[in-house]
Nanobody, 112 residues
Framework: DVQLVESGGGSVQAGGSLRLSCVAS????????MSWYRQAPGKEREFDSG???????SYADSVKGRFTISQDNAKNTLYLQMNSLKSEDTALYYC???????WGQGTQVTVS
């Protein structure tokens, strides 16, 4: 079975930092493009950042320059380093392999 398990969320003051982690298990050993999405209260889930299996990254304009997505293939772990956090970053953050249809359960980030 495929599992994506996020961790690292929490409460932080504006301007602070958090690092989210997502441990993946059961994914096939082939091209795995991974993403972070987020869903704020009362809003649609939206793309945050993505990384291709060749390491190419992409970001939503709202987080560009503040967030960094990375992965450690040896640990099967996806990361999201979030700096200069703003109140509008408050959301439930999900890691996903959208192409294969796998999503984690989400980790809450609250910025006050």
């Amino acid at each position: 079975d495929v599992q994506l398990v996020e961790s690292g969320g929490g409460s932080v003051q504006a301007g602070g930092s958090l690092r989210l982690s997502c441990v993946a298990s059961g994914l096939p050993h082939c091209r795995n493009d991974m993403s972070w999405y987020r869903q704020a209260p009362g809003k649609e889930r939206e793309f945050d950042s993505g990384i291709d299996s060749d390491g190419s990254t992409s970001y939503a304009d709202s987080v560009k320059g503040r967030f960094t997505i990375s992965q450690d293939n040896a640990k099967n772990t996806l990361y999201l380093q979030m700096n200069s956090l703003k109140s509008e970053d408050t959301a439930l953050y999900y890691c996903a392999n959208v192409g294969l249809g796998y999503w984690g359960q989400g980790t809450q980030v609250t910025v006050s």
